[in-house]
């Protein structure tokens, strides 16, 4: 497990973290989410042993992190920000310095470098300085030096970061994978990240927590959870009065990104009223091209409580 507690960081006279306490199980993928400048990278180097904090204390498998920071490293990957590498060497060769630092020996290092490069698809690259990689190979590279020597915990900052959309749904998938015997955090601004790949969410904002949850639980509170999206293969005269005048329909707005004839029907504190909706469209004999329910969406969540904390 890793534990967080009363995790505070100072920089001068400015607080990055603040009184900050989370708890991490195996087998959990948690999100980390905030605003630029909110203290997730911060925390982060905090439970990797790069930086001290200034109040509060971090253990990862009942290990001290700043106590014995060697021993926690040991057993941990970390894929920092910007993925910093020897520009000068080859993928390959970065990659074996790696499994050697690491202590990988004989076939037990051929081994595992054959199965992340399998993993994260380097074998292209392999053979070209890192300094010539584009900025998603570069970033593969940086996840494959995080997962060599099968550690037991991964923090990873950005892990998609400049990822074409298969990329993005490959490196996901893995760290999928990897979770189900791991401790995972990883930080990130894709909210679609978070509930493609995390099974809980932590949001903070000026250092401190603000949510914390599963995320369909967070989608939950927002003002899209059970809303319904309307597509109307007609026209008709005063849609948005009509159809805020169905019971507990609190407001209809257009959605005019998608398509004309297109509304969002947001009902009262949540509630299931697709039925209703669906038998007053056949009462009304209006011709519907698509109608759905939305879930709820985590950046509703997200800009809510971040303004908030800034108000």
């Not at 790069?50 to 253990?59: A, K, R």
Request: aromatic share 4%; with cysteine.
């Amino acid at each position: 497990m890793i534990r967080v507690q009363n995790l505070t960081k100072r920089f001068d006279q400015f607080t990055a973290v603040n009184n900050l306490s989370f708890d991490v199980s195996p087998g959990e993928v948690l999100g980390f989410l905030g605003p630029n400048g909110a203290g997730k990278s911060t925390t982060m180097k905090m439970i990797t042993g790069f930086i001290e904090p200034s109040d509060g204390m971090v253990s990862v498998c009942d290990i001290n992190v700043s106590q014995n920071p060697q021993a926690v490293q040991a057993i941990m990957g970390y894929l920092p920000e910007g993925a910093p590498a020897y520009g000068e060497m080859t993928v390959m060769a970065f990659l074996e310095f790696i499994a050697k630092v690491r202590g990988l020996t004989g076939d037990d290092r051929q081994q595992r470098l054959a199965k992340v490069i399998e993993q994260v698809e380097l074998e292209p690259v392999l053979d070209k300085p890192i300094d010539t990689l584009s900025k998603g190979f570069a970033r593969r590279v940086g996840l494959a030096q995080a997962i060599i020597h099968d550690p037991k915990v991964l923090i990873l900052d950005e892990p998609t970061d400049g990822l074409d959309p298969n990329q993005k749904h490959q490196v996901r998938e893995l760290i999928k994978g990897l979770a189900k015997d791991k401790i995972v955090i990883i930080s990130t601004h894709i909210l679609e990240e978070v509930s493609a790949v995390c099974s809980r969410a932590l949001i903070i904002s000026e250092g401190k927590l603000l949510l914390d949850g599963k995320p369909d639980e967070l989608e939950r509170q927002s003002r899209h959870h059970n809303a319904i999206c309307l597509q109307l293969a007609d026209e008709h005269t005063d849609v948005q009065q009509q159809l805020g005048a169905i019971a507990h329909i609190e407001s209809v707005e257009c959605v005019a990104e998608l398509e004309d004839r297109t509304f969002m029907l947001f009902p009262q504190d949540g509630q299931m009223l697709l039925p209703e909706v669906v038998r007053w469209l056949d009462d009304k004999q209006w011709a519907v091209e698509n109608i759905h329910l939305e879930k709820g969406r985590l950046d509703d969540v997200f800009r809510q409580v971040t303004r908030a904390q800034t108000v």
